[in-house]
C-alpha cells in the first residue's frame, strides 16, 4: 500500500534534512548497454557522470546523438538500470529504487519526453491521461483531481474544454503543453525534460520555452533540461553540463560556457552552431575552420582523451592519460589545456 | 468506465464495417444452426433412406443426400457440432498456452523471453500435420487430443507475436511516462498493455481458429477423425461419389469455406478497427509531407496542363511576369492541389521565384508551409492526386509540364540533383552505396558498369569521403549519418547537374556533423552549382545562402537578400520567425513567440493566411488575396498589405 | 555462410531430437499397447507378450529410445510393426516422389504470387481488390476439397488430365508431367494467396519509403525502381511466407496424396496412421521435420542473399 497523501495542493512539503542540499545528486554514474544476443563487449553508455541540480535551479544536459544524455535521464526516472554509482533524490538513494518506493518520489519527479506524439496513449482522453497518476497513486477525491486538472492545464494555456478530447485532436504544440500538464498535476518540484522542444517548429519552441519559464517562475520548479541544442539550455537554465561519448568534459554557468568554452569539444559545438546573421555566421565559419575538422572519420580512441582523435589542439599526453575535470574559473573542464583554450576565447 | 464506453465504441464502429457485420450474422446463423440442430435440422444424422440415396436439392432433401440417403443438410448441421467443438478446443488451448507466455515474456524480458522466444523458433520446424497422424496412430480416432495439441503447436507461434506487440507498447512513449510517473504494472498492463494486445489476440486467436477447422476437416476427410459425421466426412463422403454425385462437393466446401471465410474477414474487420483507433494522428492533421504517399502514379503531374490563374493569383504583379529564361529555375505564380480526405485542396498557392545559375537560394518555413511539396512539384514528383492546377516551373527556358515522360526522367538527377533529409532511408538497404552512385550514373550517361563504378569511385571523393573504395563496398546501415548524406550528394552529383535541391538536408545530423555537410555544399555552390535549400533554420540558411523566400500556409510571403531579410524583415511573420530564435534573445527572457499554429490547407482563412496570428493585422487583410509585391526596393518583395519599417522591428 | 549453417544446426538438431523423443514418449501412454492393438481382440496372451519381447516393447523407455536412436544414425529406423518392411526402405522408395511435390508446388506458390502480388501493389484499383477476395477465398479453401474439384473439372468432366495415380518420370516425362498437373495446382493455388498478400503489402510499403522518392528524383528508371528496389527490399517477408506456405504444404501433400492416390510419404503416413503403426509413423515424424529444417535452409540462404543485414 502506499502512504495517503494529504499534502496541501499547493506546494509539496519541504523534505526533510538539509534544505541547502541538492535536490538531486547524482555520483559516479555508469550506464552499459549489452547489445542483446550479441556476445560483444557492453556498450559504456555513461562513464562516471556526476552533477546536482539544486533547489530552484535548472541545469541543462547538452551533448550530440551517443554522448549519453538521454541515457542519464532514463537512469534518474528508473527507465534504465543503473551499473553502478548513485542517484540521490533530496537525501534518499533512488538508484535502485523499487517501483514503490519511486511511486512516493514521483509526487516530486516528473518528466516530459520529446516526442508529443507518443507520449499519450491515443485511445485514452487528454483529461484521463494527465490525471492517471494522480488517480492510481494519490487516490485523491474527485474534486481535488478535478482542481488540480484544471489547474494544471491553466498553467499550460490549454482550455480546459480540452479534457474531452483525444491526444490525436491536438498538434504538437498543444501535446507537448499536456504532456507538461501531466507532470505538473502531481505538483513537483522538479522535472526531468528530455529534449521537449526537439521535433517542434521554432514558433512552437518558443511557445513551450515560454511556458518552462513561467513555471519556473510561478512554482518554483527546478529542471534537468537534456537537448542537443546549446542555444536552447543557454536560454532556460542557470547551469551547463556538456557530454560527450558518456562523460563530462565541462560544466559551469550556462553564460561561461557559452560564451567562453574551456573544452575543445564544447568549443567545436558552438562554433558548429550556426546563427542567424549572415555576418556573424561567416566569423563563426573560420572560427570553425581554424578549430579544425570536428568530423574526421576516424575511430574513437578508448584510452587517453576521447576527443583527442578530433581535436586540433591535442598533443602527446591527450593520448595516453584522460583528463578529468579540474576548475577554470567559475567552471570545469576535463581537459589538460584548458586554460589555454578559454584563453583563446571564442571568437580569436 | 471508461473502458466499457470504449468497448461500446469499439463494436459500433466494428458494425459500422459492412463486411464485418455481415460475417458475424453468418457466423451467428452457422452457430446457431449447430448448436440447435438437434430442434432445427429437418432429420436425425443417421437417419437412412435407402430409395432417395445420392440425389439433389429437393423440397424434401434442401441440400440433397448423401449415401443411404442422408439428408446432407443434417449432416452438416450436426457436423459442425464435431467441427466447431474441435476448432473450440484448438483455440482455446491455443490462447490459454500463448498468451500469457507472450504477456511475460514481453513486458519482463529476460531469461523467460528467451526461453519463449527459442521454443518458437523451434516449434515453428515442427511438421504439425506428422504429429498430429502421431497423436492419432497413439490414441485412435481422438479427434479432440489431437485438437488441443494442434493449439499446443500453434502457441509458442502466438507467444511471439503477443511478446512482441507487448514489447512495442512497453517501448512506446506513453507507458514510459507512465512507468516514470510510478503507476504500478498492473494498472499499466490492465489499462495500455492489454487493451491494445487483445486485438492482435481476437486476431490470431480467430485465423488460428479457421486453421483448426481446416486442419479437422482435413482429419476427418482423411478418416482419421471421429466416425460421427463431420464437415470433413462430407468432403470425404464427396470424393467417393465424384463421378456419379459430384453435388455432394459443392454443399461440403460451401459451409467450410464460408465460415472460415467469415472468420478472416471478422479478424480484419477488427485489426482495423483497432488500427484505427492507434493510428497516430499526424496524418490526419497534416498535408502528407513529402511523397511518403507517393506509388506508381506520382509522375502525374507531367501531364497537368496550366490553367490560367485563378482569383487569388491575379493581382500578383511580379508573379504574373513571363518567367525568366535565364535562370536556371524559374517559378511563376505555382498553385499545387492534393486531395485531403477527398477533397481536392489547394496545398500550394501563387509561390513565385528565381534562381540564378551558380545561385544558393533558400525556401524557409515551418512544417506546413510547403516548402518540401515545392520542391517535389519542381520535379514531377508530387504524390497520388497531386497536380499543378496553375502557373509554371521552368528549367534552363524550358517548361517542365510540356516535358514528355523521358524529358522529365532526364531533368531528374540530369539538370536537376535531389538531397533528401533522412540520408539513411533515403539509400536502398540492399545495395552497396557504391552501386547506387554508380546507378545513379548508368541511368542518365551510358557506360559500361566498371566505368561507371569508377564514376562513381571520383564522386565518393568529390564529396570528400575517406577510403571511398572501401565506402563504396558498404552498405547504407555501415555508415554513420554524415558520411551517408556525402552518399546522397555524390548520387545527386551523378550527371553533374547545374541545380541541386537539398531538402532539409542536415536536419536529422548532429551539428557538428551538419557544419561538415554545409561546408561541402558551399565549395559545390562555390563551383558553379545552383543551390536551392529547404530549411526551418535560420543558421543553416546563413551558412549556405545569399537570397532566401520565406514560405508561409503555402505562399511565399516575403523574398530578398539574406543579409537584407534577416536585418530588415519586411513581412510581419519573418520578423516574428526570427525574432523567436532564441539566439536572439536575453538569456531567460521570454522569447516573443507567436500564438497559434500554421493553419493547414483546408483552414487557410480569405485574404491573408498569416492574419489569424499577425499582431498588426487590419480590416483589409481579411479580404482578397494579396499579390507578392515590390519591397522596400526592386530587390526585394513582399506579400502584405502593411509592410514593416525598420523602426517597426526593433520595436 | 558458415554463420547460417551453424545457426541452422543448432536449431535442426535439437528439433529433430525434440520431435523423436516426443513421439516415443507418447508413444509409451498408448492405451492397452501395440502389440495388442496390432494382433487385435482375439489374439492369445503369450502371441501379445511374443511379439512385446520381438518389438522389444517389454523394455524401459529410455533403453527403447536409445536402440531406436543408434539405429536411427546408422539410417536404420526400424521395421514397421504391419508388413514388417524396413521403414528406411519404405521412406526411401517414397520421398522422391513427396518432395518433388513440394518443390513443384512452392514454385507455383511464388511464381503466381509473386507475380500477382507486384502486379495488383502497381495497378491498384480493381486488380488490387480483386487479388484481395482472391487470396481471401484461397486462404479458406480447404487443399483437399480444392483437389477434389479440379479433379471433377480437369478429370472427370474435361478428361484433360489423368484423375489420379503416378506416373514414374523413368516410365514416361510427359505421362510424369501430366499426373502432376493437377496435384501441382490443387497445392500451389491455395498457397499463392499468402504469398500474393504478403507480396503486394510488401510492395505497397517500399513504394512509399524515403529510398524510392529520392530514386526517382534521380532519374532512374522506373523498371529499375521497381524490380530492382523495391522488389528486391520486399522479397525478405515474402520468404518468410514462403517458408511457412512450405511447411503447410507439408500437410497438404498428406491430403493430396490422398486424393490423387500418389504413392509419396503422406500416404505412408496415412496408412501407419490407421493401422498403429508406430515405428513408421515416428520414422516418418523424423523425415519429415527433416524436410522442415532443410526448406528453412533454403529460404535462410536466399534471405542471405537478398538481404546484406542477414549477412553481417
Redesign the interface.
Known sequence: MIAPDHAPASRPQAPQGDPSAPLLSVRDLHVQYRRPGRRSTPVDAVRGVSLDVPRGRSIGLVG??GSGKSTIGSAI???TPVTSGTVTYAGTDITHAS??E??????RM??V???P?????????VG??VT??LR??LKLGKQEIEERLLRALDDVGMPASCAERY???F?G??RQRL?IA??LV?NPEFI?CDEPTSAL???????I??VL??LRERRGLSYLFIS?DL??V???CDEMVVLYAGAVVERGP??VVAESPAHPYTR??L???????????RAR?EL?LEAG???S?APRPDHGCRFAHRCPFAVDRCATAEPTLAPVGDSAAACFLAEDIRERGLLA | M?TTA?SRGFLRSLLSKPMSAASLIVLAIIVIATVFAGVLAPYEPDAQDLTAALQGPSSAHWLGTGELGRDVLSRMMYGGRVTLIAALIAGATFILAGVPAGMLAGYRGGRFDQVVLKTA??V????????L????????GNEFAAMAVFGLLGAPGLARVVRSATLGIRN???V??????????R?IVL??VL??VSGTILVQASVFT?GAV??E??LG????GTQNASWGSL?AE??RN??IH?WL?IP??AI???F??SV??LADGVRDTLAE??????A??RAPR???????G??ATAEATPVAGGADNAGAARASAAADPHALLSVRSLTVTLPIDGVPTDIIRDVSFDIQPGEAMGLVG??GSGKTMTALSI?G?LPAGGRITSGSVTVEGTDVATMNKAAL??????RI??I???PI????????VGWQVA??VR??RPMSRRAAWQHALTLLEKVK???VERVAKS?P?QLSG??AQRV?IA??L??DPVLVIADEPTTAL???????I??LLRDLQADGLGVLLIT????????LCDRAAVMYAGQVVETAD??AL??GPEHPYTA???A??????R??A??????G??PPPPQWPQGCHFQSRCPFVKDDCRTGAIALADGSDSSRAVRCHHPLTRQEVTL | MSKIIIRWLL??L??LF??SV??FV??S???GNAARAILGINATQEQVDALNTELGFDEPLPVRYWTWLTGALHGDLGVSVVNGLPVTEQIGARIGITASLIVGAVIVAAVLGVAFGVTSA?R?GWLGKAVDVVA??G???????FA??L??VFA?QLRWFPATGYIMPSESVTGWLQSLVLPLLALGIPSAAPVAKQTRDGM?TE????????????????R?V?FR?AL??AASPVLTVLGIVA??L??GT??AE??FVIPGLGGL??N???S???PT??G??VV??M???VV?LAIELTYAL????ARA
Open positions: 550530440e546523438s526516472l528508473g527507465l517501483r514503490s519511486r511511486r512516493l518520489h514521483a509526487r516528473q518528466a519526453f520529446q516526442d506524439f507518443g507520449s499519450m496513449n491515443p485511445a485514452v482522453t484521463d491521461t492517471e497518476a492510481h497513486n491526444p490525436a485532436q498538434s504544440g498543444q504532456a501531466r507532470a502531481m526531468v517548429d521554432l514558433s512552437i519552441q518558443a511557445q520555452l515560454n519559464l513561467d542537443h542555444t536552447v543557454r536560454h532556460l550556462a553564460h567545436a559545438l562554433a558548429s552552431a550556426p546563427v542567424p546573421d549572415p555576418d556573424q555566421q565559419r570553425r575538422n570536428a568530423g572519420g | 471508461t470504449s523458433d523451434l515453428f520446424a515442427v511438421p504439425v500435420m506428422i504429429v497422424l502421431v497423436v492419432l496412430a497413439i490414441f485412435p512506446e512513449l506513453y514510459k511516462a507512465a512507468v516514470a510517473s510510478g503507476i504500478r504494472d494498472v489499462r495500455h487493451p491494445r479457421a481446416l486442419m476437416t482435413g476427410f482423411l478418416g482419421l468432403v464427396a470424393s465424384l463421378g459430384p462437393l461440403s466446401g467450410i469455406i464460408t472460415i471465410m478472416n474477414l483507433r492507434y493510428t497516430p494522428p499526424a490526419k492533421v513529402g511523397g511518403a504517399k507517393a506509388n506508381a506520382a509522375s515551418e512544417s520535379l514528383l526522367r532526364r531533368l531528374r538527377g540530369g540533383g535531389w533528401s533529409q533522412d532511408s533515403s539509400l536502398d538497404p540492399s545495395f552497396t546507378e545513379a541511368s542518365h569521403l575517406p577510403d552498405y546501415h554524415g558520411m546522397g548520387a545527386a551523378a550527371a548532429d551539428v557538428t556533423v551538419q557544419a561538415d554545409l561546408a526551418h533554420n535560420w543558421g543553416v540558411l546563413a551558412d539574406l543579409r534577416v536585418h516574428a520567425l526570427l523567436c530564435d532564441p539566439h536572439q534573445a538569456p531567460g521570454p522569447l516573443p513567440a507567436l500564438d499554429a500554421v | 536449431t535442426a535439437p528439433v525434440g520431435v516426443i513421439t507418447l508413444s501412454l498408448v492405451p502497381l491498384g481471401l477465398i486462404m479458406a479453401i480447404p487443399g483437399f476439397w477434389l474439384v479433379v471433377t472427370v505497397l513504394m512509399g519509403k524515403d529510398y524510392i522518392k529520392v530514386l526517382r528524383a534521380r532519374g532512374v528508371r522506373e529499375s521497381i528496389h528486391r527490399n511447411v503447410v507439408l500437410g498428406v491430403l490422398t486424393v503416413a496415412v501407419a496412421t490407421s498403429h503403426d508406430i509413423i515416428q516418418l515424424a519429415f521435420t524436410i522442415v529444417m528453412n537478398v538481404n546484406p543485414k
